[in-house]
Protein backbone atom coordinates (compact mmCIF):
# COMPACT_ATOMS: atom_id res chain seq x y z
CA UNK A 1 0.00 0.00 0.00
CA UNK A 2 1.02 3.47 -0.94
CA UNK A 3 1.09 6.11 1.64
CA UNK A 4 2.14 9.53 1.08
CA UNK A 5 2.00 11.37 4.84
CA UNK A 6 1.96 15.45 4.42
CA UNK A 7 3.01 17.54 7.50
CA UNK A 8 4.44 20.94 8.78
CA UNK A 9 1.86 23.11 7.43
CA UNK A 10 0.58 25.61 9.24
CA UNK A 11 -0.48 29.71 10.01
CA UNK A 12 2.58 31.90 9.17
CA UNK A 13 2.87 35.66 8.67
CA UNK A 14 4.40 37.01 4.94
CA UNK A 15 7.97 36.67 5.12
CA UNK A 16 8.03 33.62 7.15
CA UNK A 17 9.01 30.54 6.26
CA UNK A 18 7.69 26.74 6.63
CA UNK A 19 8.86 22.87 5.99
CA UNK A 20 6.18 20.33 4.38
CA UNK A 21 7.38 17.03 4.95
CA UNK A 22 6.47 13.88 2.86
CA UNK A 23 6.76 10.81 4.40
CA UNK A 24 6.51 8.35 1.66
CA UNK A 25 5.76 4.63 2.30
CA UNK A 26 5.24 1.69 -0.51
CA UNK A 27 7.24 3.64 -3.37
CA UNK A 28 10.87 3.64 -3.36
CA UNK A 29 12.55 7.24 -5.21
CA UNK A 30 14.43 5.11 -7.72
CA UNK A 31 10.93 4.64 -9.34
CA UNK A 32 9.46 7.34 -8.21
CA UNK A 33 9.47 11.22 -8.43
CA UNK A 34 7.75 12.93 -5.49
CA UNK A 35 6.59 16.26 -6.00
CA UNK A 36 4.05 18.50 -4.58
CA UNK A 37 0.91 19.99 -6.06
CA UNK A 38 -1.18 22.97 -4.25
CA UNK A 39 -4.63 24.32 -4.48
CA UNK A 40 -5.63 27.73 -3.59
CA UNK A 41 -9.70 28.23 -3.04
CA UNK A 42 -11.41 28.74 -6.22
CA UNK A 43 -8.41 27.46 -7.70
CA UNK A 44 -7.12 24.67 -9.99
CA UNK A 45 -4.50 22.00 -9.06
CA UNK A 46 -1.38 23.38 -9.59
CA UNK A 47 2.25 21.68 -9.69
CA UNK A 48 4.99 23.63 -7.19
CA UNK A 49 8.16 21.31 -6.83
CA UNK A 50 9.22 17.92 -7.72
CA UNK A 51 12.59 15.80 -7.18
CA UNK A 52 13.43 12.82 -9.26
CA UNK A 53 16.08 10.58 -8.70
CA UNK A 54 16.19 8.75 -11.98
CA UNK A 55 17.16 11.44 -14.21
CA UNK A 56 18.39 14.28 -10.75
CA UNK A 57 16.09 17.18 -12.07
CA UNK A 58 14.14 19.34 -9.87
CA UNK A 59 11.06 21.48 -10.81
CA UNK A 60 9.85 24.72 -9.76
CA UNK A 61 7.07 26.61 -10.79
CA UNK A 62 7.97 30.21 -11.92
CA UNK A 63 5.92 31.50 -8.92
CA UNK A 64 7.93 29.67 -6.22
CA UNK A 65 11.34 29.88 -7.73
CA UNK A 66 14.44 31.48 -5.87
CA UNK A 67 11.87 31.03 -2.50
CA UNK A 68 11.25 26.77 -2.20
CA UNK A 69 13.96 24.38 -2.11
CA UNK A 70 12.72 20.61 -2.80
CA UNK A 71 15.31 17.73 -0.93
CA UNK A 72 14.87 14.24 -0.58
CA UNK A 73 16.20 12.48 2.52
CA UNK A 74 16.70 8.64 1.24
CA UNK A 75 17.94 7.13 3.78
CA UNK A 76 14.41 8.05 5.82
CA UNK A 77 12.33 7.83 2.72
CA UNK A 78 11.15 11.61 2.84
CA UNK A 79 10.79 14.70 0.95
CA UNK A 80 11.11 18.02 2.25
CA UNK A 81 9.81 21.80 0.61
CA UNK A 82 11.35 24.63 2.32
CA UNK A 83 9.70 27.12 1.92
CA UNK A 84 10.87 30.84 3.02
CA UNK A 85 9.66 34.51 2.08
CA UNK A 86 5.87 33.28 2.00
CA UNK A 87 3.92 35.30 0.67
CA UNK A 88 -0.35 35.74 0.92
CA UNK A 89 -0.71 34.22 -2.50
CA UNK A 90 1.33 30.80 -1.41
CA UNK A 91 -1.95 29.95 1.00
CA UNK A 92 -3.26 26.86 -0.42
CA UNK A 93 -3.54 23.12 0.41
CA UNK A 94 0.06 21.28 -0.55
CA UNK A 95 -0.68 17.76 -1.56
CA UNK A 96 2.53 15.46 -1.95
CA UNK A 97 2.35 13.47 -5.03
CA UNK A 98 4.31 10.40 -6.75
CA UNK A 99 4.63 9.82 -10.14
CA UNK A 100 6.02 6.74 -12.40
CA UNK A 101 10.02 7.71 -12.77
CA UNK A 102 9.65 11.42 -14.05
CA UNK A 103 8.48 14.73 -12.30
CA UNK A 104 5.22 15.96 -14.17
CA UNK A 105 3.16 19.18 -13.99
CA UNK A 106 0.10 17.44 -14.99
CA UNK A 107 -2.42 16.25 -11.96
CA UNK A 108 -3.60 13.62 -13.92
CA UNK A 109 -0.61 12.22 -14.25
CA UNK A 110 0.15 11.65 -11.11
CA UNK A 111 -0.06 8.31 -9.89
CA UNK A 112 -0.54 8.71 -5.73
CA UNK A 113 -1.96 11.78 -3.60
CA UNK A 114 -1.42 12.12 -0.21
CA UNK A 115 -3.32 13.91 2.00
CA UNK A 116 -3.12 17.54 2.06
CA UNK A 117 -1.71 20.23 4.67
CA UNK A 118 -2.93 23.57 4.81
CA UNK A 119 -0.65 26.49 4.95
CA UNK A 120 -1.79 29.97 5.83
CA UNK A 121 -0.02 33.14 5.09
CA UNK A 122 -1.37 36.05 6.39
CA UNK A 123 -0.60 39.74 5.28
Known amino acids: EVQLQASGGGLVQAGGSLRLSCAAS????????IGWFRQAPGKEREAVSC????????YYADSVKGRFTISSDDAKNTVYMQMNSLKPEDTAVYYC????????????????WGQGTLVTVSS
Open 26 to 33: GVTFDDYA
Open 51 to 58: ISKSDRTT
Open 97 to 112: TAAAVFCTVGPLEVDY
